[in-house]
């Protein structure tokens, strides 16, 4: 689900804030980093890329080494769509990398909807490399493990990805984004969002074309089992439902968890509550000792 974020501080911020780029797994990821001190990583979800956590840099970066960074194929690539290498898998082996080729020993990582699947899968496959994760209504799957009444395996939302990544793939990116804004938020979302964040969704349009192909495994309770470090679920409001029962299971499964809900917010609830968000994952970050 893309975040359907307001990115105007995001843009005048990335001006302040140079643009790096790391080389990790063969690929150079580009990040922006802000502050001094234990890194904290952020990782951006479907539509979006590190300039999405800009309204985080400045209250992070006066406690922690704030980075947040542009997964493979995200702006500031030009990527067409092509290949295999666009998976969950690989950007959580590119994160591992990062992290390793970084070289400041294990950090807090934060993610978001599809960038909180990736940010859980890193903490499950590299525990050395976490101290405490930040799950912001991860996306994804349960599978009957996780679910109270075992059913098939459902989706967080019924988004129709078809028709918009047709309309990209024939170059009517606006269509293709309104189509799958649209599905996930409701009609008129598209018209509703600013010019400059409709921007970086076109920057990052054909992204869509391989999220569509991935085949991304559901949660399963062995897996949330797994995860040793320090866990906050961050929820927001008025997201839908589906959120909710993800985040239900996930608390009911993780050994070491906290759960917080962002006040007047849905999905992108840094965007839309930024104080209420980073309030509680630096009263998080601070219970942990860490």
Same mark, same amino acid.
């Given at each position: 689900m893309p975040a359907l974020l307001h990115v105007q501080a995001a843009l005048s911020g990335s001006r302040k804030t140079p643009m790096q780029f790391l080389r990790a797994n063969d690929y150079d990821m580009a990040y922006l980093e802000r502050g001094a001190g234990t890194p904290l990583l952020l990782i951006h979800g479907a539509l979006c890329d590190c300039r999405y956590w800009m309204p985080q840099m400045e209250a992070f970066g006066q406690q922690y080494r704030a980075i947040t960074v542009s997964l493979r194929h995200f702006w500031p690539a030009c990527w067409d769509g092509s290949g295999d290498d666009f998976t969950t898998q690989q950007h959580t082996e590119d994160v591992a990398a990062f992290l390793a080729t970084l070289g400041a020993g294990p950090v807090h990582l /934060?993610?978001?909807? +599809?960038?909180?699947? /990736? %940010? *859980?899968q890193v903490a499950r496959n590299f525990p050395d490399r976490v101290r405490a994760l930040v799950l912001a209504e991860p996306g994804g799957d349960l599978d009957a493990s996780l679910q109270h009444t075992p059913t098939p395996t459902a989706s967080v939302a019924p988004i129709s990805f078809d028709? =918009? =990544?047709?309309?990209? +793939?024939?170059?009517?990116?606006?269509?293709?984004?309104?189509v799958? /804004?649209?599905?996930v938020?409701? +009609?008129?979302?598209?018209?509703?969002?600013?010019?400059r964040s409709k921007q970086v969704m076109r920057d990052n349009a054909h992204t869509l074309l391989g999220q569509f192909r991935e085949q991304r495994a559901p949660f399963t309770r062995r897996n949330v089992e797994e995860i040793a470090a320090p866990t906050l679920l961050v929820g927001a409001e008025r997201s839908p439902p589906a959120y909710a029962r993800i985040l239900d299971a996930l608390e009911q499964s993780l050994r070491n968890v906290q759960r917080v809900t962002i006040p007047g =917010?849905?999905?992108?609830?840094?965007?839309h509550n930024p104080a209420a968000f980073?309030? %509680?994952?630096?009263d *998080?970050?601070?219970?942990?000792g860490t």
């Open positions: /934060v993610g978001h909807s +599809r960038g909180g699947y /990736v %940010a *859980f028709g =918009a =990544a047709e309309c990209i +793939r024939q170059g009517d990116i606006d269509a293709g984004l309104a799958f /804004v649209e599905a938020s409701g +009609r008129g979302a598209w018209d509703d969002l600013s010019e =917010a849905s999905h992108p609830m840094n965007h980073n309030t %509680a994952v630096l *998080f970050l601070a219970s942990c």
